[in-house]
């Protein structure tokens, strides 16, 4: 992993995750400017946005960053389902003022089969792409590689491990129940919940590749405490919600700093897969009675729709705020100086 580090010219084993919806050229650049691994998340994106982060975040570093990718497995239309939880969402809307949308769609595809972002990537070459949610097909693995990629997987347990290692990857990250947000588990049905430092030793027993530490990890011990058990450096998303260059909104910076941080939980009634996040009533609420939800990332667009209208109520009751298990731990900090205190707290543990 050293040579991984050094090949991409990052002095310190600190990456900063996707986080799709929060992380922001602006972050991404800040964390490599200051000598770890930023990140950007194109899974919302079209290929062209997707494109222009990708030179956005050009614009403001020369240091390599991570381009992320969702590998879920498409999703699959049920009119008749998506009717009964849009059924079931209705009194939470009209409590809210607010109308459900008639029908539910897709916002964003997979990254399996997606040949035109596969083109993007081709084209741009970011230094790094990571993979969630699973792998696209091996065609597109041998096409990104041959463009001298090095390419990322995220992985919830060993045997999905081995899948990313078999398929060619050259680091895996190693997520933890910890995690805030959607983890990147293959197969939501089949979670096994492993936390992280269990899994870095998993991995770490099985595999040669260098593994990265994702989950719960706030500050310099915890970085410590990953690298001991093998990790050759960590991802972390939550420590750099504060931070002013993410793209977390008032509320979502509000609730982190309060008490509201303690709590939170896994729920797949936002988005149709699990993800932690503060808990509100999407966690608790939308479980009585509930129908089955529509796929991934069909639901999401229910999920989105009722968070905005509470939002336009002027309640977060409904608010979409993705956190792990660490969140009390955040700081307010910039990106840059926040690299520097984690890496001032890891060297005054060794």
């Known amino acids: 992993m050293q040579s991984f580090l050094q090949t991409l010219g990052i002095s310190h084993p600190i990456f900063q995750a996707p986080m799709a919806g929060v992380s922001t050229p602006e972050l991404a650049a800040a964390v490599s400017n200051a000598g770890g691994l930023g990140a950007i998340g194109l899974g919302p994106y079209s290929p ?3 494109a222009e982060k990708i ?6 570093t020369e240091h390599p960053f991570n381009v992320n990718v969702f590998c879920h497995q498409p999703a699959v239309a049920d009119p008749q389902r998506e009717a009964a939880w849009l059924n079931h969402l209705a009194p939470y809307f009209s409590e809210l003022d607010a109308t459900p949308p008639q029908a539910l769609h897709e916002p964003y595809p997979s990254f399996i089969g997606n040949s035109e972002l596969l083109e993007v990537l081709v084209q741009e070459k970011p230094a790094v792409v990571s993979f969630h949610f699973g792998l696209p097909a091996q065609a597109a693995i041998n096409a990104l590689k041959d463009s001298g990629i090095i390419l990322l997987a995220t992985a919830t347990t060993p ?3 081995k899948l990313a290692e078999d398929a060619g990857m050259d680091v895996l990250i190693a997520q933890g129940i910890e995690a805030g947000g959607h983890r990147g588990v293959f197969d939501p049905e089949e979670d096994r919940e ?7 030793r998993l991995l770490c027993s099985q595999s040669n590749l ?7 990890i706030m500050d310099g011990a915890g970085i410590h405490a990953a690298l001991s058990l ?4 960590v991802q972390m998303g939550t420590a750099f919600i504060l931070c002013p260059e993410s793209a977390a909104d008032d509320n979502f910076r509000a609730a982190l700093k309060s008490e ?3 709590n939170t939980a896994i729920t797949a009634n936002i988005s149709g897969r699990p993800a932690r996040g503060i808990a509100n ?5 939308l479980n009585r009675n509930a129908p089955a939800r529509p796929d991934y990332p069909i639901c999401y667009s229910a999920g989105k729709a009722l968070a905005n209208a509470s939002a336009a109520a002027g309640s977060d009751s409904f608010a979409v705020q993705w956190a792990g298990q660490g969140s009390p731990l955040c700081r307010a900090l910039p990106a840059a100086e926040l690299i520097t205190t984690l890496a001032a707290e890891l060297e005054a543990t060794q």
């Open 48 to 50: 062209q946005k997707a």
């Open 260 to 262: 509201r941080a303690h």
């Open 194 to 200: 492993i936390g992280t430092l269990a899994l870095v």
């Open 281 to 285: 009533r999407f966690f608790r609420d």
């Open 210 to 216: 260098p593994i990265i530490a994702a989950g719960g």
């Open 230 to 233: 093998g990790a050759s450096a």
């Open 55 to 60: 030179q956005q975040t050009r614009e403001l």
């Open 159 to 161: 045997e999905e491990a």
